[in-house]
Nanobody, 116 residues
Framework: QVQLAESGGELVQPGGSLRLSCVVSRTIFEIYPMAWYRQAPGKQRDFVARITPRGTTTYSDPVKGRFTISRDNAKNTVYLQMNSLKPDDTAVYFC??????????WGQGTQVTVSS
């Protein structure tokens, strides 16, 4: 059974930091590059960052230099460390395999709100 359980989102002030976590089914975690996505109100879901099973990372331009994706293979967990947060980072954050489609299973996500 597929498991994608995101956590760690909360209200934070601009300039603050958060670390998101996502526990993933082992069958997915061991095979696929994993990614974080986000969906702001009224907008489509966008790619944020990905990490391959070997640890190679890629970031979208809006978060490059501020966010860091990592993985703990022993815990089947993907992390997203977010620093220097901006109001534009406000969104629901999801994790999934890289290039997951709309018809793939998605978790409920975790809400990040950046506001003073």
């Amino acid at each position: 059974q597929v498991q994608l359980a995101e956590s760690g989102g909360e209200l934070v002030q601009p300039g603050g930091s958060l670390r998101l976590s996502c526990v993933v089914s082992r069958t997915i975690f061991e095979i696929y590059p994993m990614a974080w996505y986000r969906q702001a109100p009224g907008k489509q879901r966008d790619f944020v960052a990905r990490i391959t099973p070997r640890g190679t990372t890629t970031y979208s331009d809006p978060v490059k230099g501020r966010f860091t994706i990592s993985r703990d293979n022993a815990k089947n967990t993907v992390y997203l460390q977010m620093n220097s947060l901006k109001p534009d980072d406000t969104a629901v954050y999801f994790c999934n395999k890289f290039l997951a489609s709309q018809t793939d299973y998605w978790g409920q996500g975790t809400q990040v709100t950046v506001s003073s």
